[in-house]
C-alpha cells in the first residue's frame, strides 16, 4: 500500500536553482495538495488541485508552481530557488466522496536552499 | 496570522496516565476539526475529527472535546502509551472550503514508560 510518494526525500539547491518535487498518490482521489512546514509553525497549503488539470492558489503560493497533468501526479516546481523555500514539503490527497474527507499525506521532502 | 493555535510546544506524561492536547483557533467560521499525529521523518496521519454540531467524539482511547463558545477543543488520550509519543496537530476547515485547511504548530507528546 504505498498511498502518497514524495520524491525526492531530500534535496539540496543554490539560490537560483530550479527543481522540481514528485507527488504520486494510488488512491484515486480528486483532490491534491502540497503544504510547506516550517519550524515552530504549522503546515500552510502552497496550491491545491481539485481535478486532473485544474489548480488553485493556497496560502503561501509566491515562488512555486504546480500541475496537474495526471489524476495520480501532483508536481511542485520552484523556479528560482530561494533561502526563504528552506523547508520541508508535504504533499497530500484526498477523496470527493464526503464535504470532510481526511487528508493522506506522503512522508515529506526536505529541501534545502543554500 | 494564526487561526489555528497550540500554545504549549511539548508535553510529558507517564504511562497509564491521560494526556490533554489543546488548541485554541479565532475563526468562528470554522466548522469541521482533526487532529493529525506525526512521527518523526513521515508524514501527517489522521487520528480524530470532530464536526462543530457536536462536542464529543470518541474512538478507543482518543476523545475530541469542542467548546464553540471558547473556541477551545481538545485532544485526550487514555491511557497514554508509550507509542503515542509523537507531534500532534490540530487543524480545522470551514464549510464549503475543505481545500483550504489551517492547521495549529503543534505539540510533541512524550509518554514516559
Known amino acids: 500500500n504505498a498511498g502518497v510518494t514524495q520524491t525526492p526525500k531530500f534535496r539540496v539547491l543554490k539560490t537560483g536553482q530550479s527543481m522540481t518535487l514528485l507527488c504520486a498518490q494510488d488512491?484515486?482521489?480528486?483532490?491534491m495538495y502540497w503544504y510547506r512546514q516550517d519550524p515552530g509553525m504549522g503546515l500552510r497549503l502552497i496550491h491545491y488541485?481539485?481535478?486532473?488539470?485544474?489548480?488553485a492558489k493556497g496560502e503561501v503560493p509566491d515562488g512555486y508552481n504546480v500541475s496537474r497533468l495526471k489524476k495520480q501526479n501532483f508536481l511542485l516546481g520552484l523556479e528560482s530557488a530561494a533561502p526563504s523555500q528552506t523547508s520541508v514539503y508535504f504533499c497530500?490527497?484526498?477523496?470527493?466522496?464526503?464535504?470532510?474527507?481526511?487528508?493522506?499525506f506522503g512522508d515529506g521532502t526536505r529541501l534545502s536552499i543554500l | 496570522d494564526q487561526q489555528v493555535k497550540q500554545n504549549s510546544p511539548s508535553l510529558s506524561v507517564q504511562e497509564g496516565r491521560i494526556s490533554i492536547l489543546n488548541c485554541d483557533y479565532t475563526?468562528?467560521?470554522?466548522?469541521?476539526f482533526l487532529w493529525y499525529k506525526k512521527y518523526p521523518a513521515e508524514g501527517p496521519t489522521f487520528l480524530i475529527s470532530?464536526?462543530?454540531?457536536?462536542d464529543k467524539n470518541e474512538d478507543g482511547r482518543f476523545t475530541v472535546f469542542l467548546n464553540k463558545s471558547a473556541k477551545h477543543l481538545s485532544l485526550h488520550i487514555v491511557p497514554s502509551q508509550p507509542g503515542d509519543s509523537a507531534v500532534y496537530f490540530c487543524?480545522?476547515?470551514?464549510?464549503?472550503?475543505?481545500?483550504?485547511?489551517?492547521f495549529g504548530a503543534g505539540t510533541r507528546l512524550t509518554v514516559k514508560p
Open positions: 488512491m484515486n482521489h480528486e483532490y
Open positions: 475563526n468562528s467560521m470554522f466548522d469541521y
Open positions: 487543524a480545522a476547515i470551514r464549510w464549503g472550503v475543505n481545500n483550504d485547511m489551517r
Open positions: 470532530i464536526s462543530s454540531i457536536k
Open positions: 497530500a490527497s484526498s477523496s470527493r466522496d464526503r464535504q470532510y474527507q481526511p487528508q493522506h
Open positions: 488541485s481539485v481535478g486532473e488539470g485544474t489548480t
